[in-house]
């Protein structure tokens, strides 16, 4: 196969005289090169470049998918821990509300409890305030 040059002389876009030139500017150039060092393809650094910056992206993009994980997966522990500790306030339990000033107080006692006024001072409604 010609090469580029010999094509170029042939079709007559270039004289023997640059040709020679040229070939000559190129030996010089790799003979002034020590022997154990690697000509460096410009296309070549570009394309490691490239990987490099593909796998950094990849790499930032793997620990965000990795946050979002541990972030859901601490909300699933959550919620499996309220739904295991949830209490069940259907066995009787009655609510009783009362609002003073801009306060309201919701207090929660089963029925076998005595039906005294919940700001008597009872334990259950001292211990079960939750202030709105």
Known sequence: MASLQDQLLKAGLADQKKAKAIRNE???QRKQQPKGAVQVNETEMRARQAREEKAEH????????QQEAEKKAIKAQIRQLVDTNRLDRSRGETSYQSFTKKRSR?????????????EAGSPLCS???SMR
């Open 127 to 129: 211990s079960m305030i």
């Open 106 to 118: 919701n207090c929660m006692w089963t029925t076998s409890w005595p039906t005294s006024s919940p």
């Open 58 to 65: 990849d790499r930032q993009l793997n620990l965000k998918r």
């Open 26 to 28: 190129k030996h010089k």
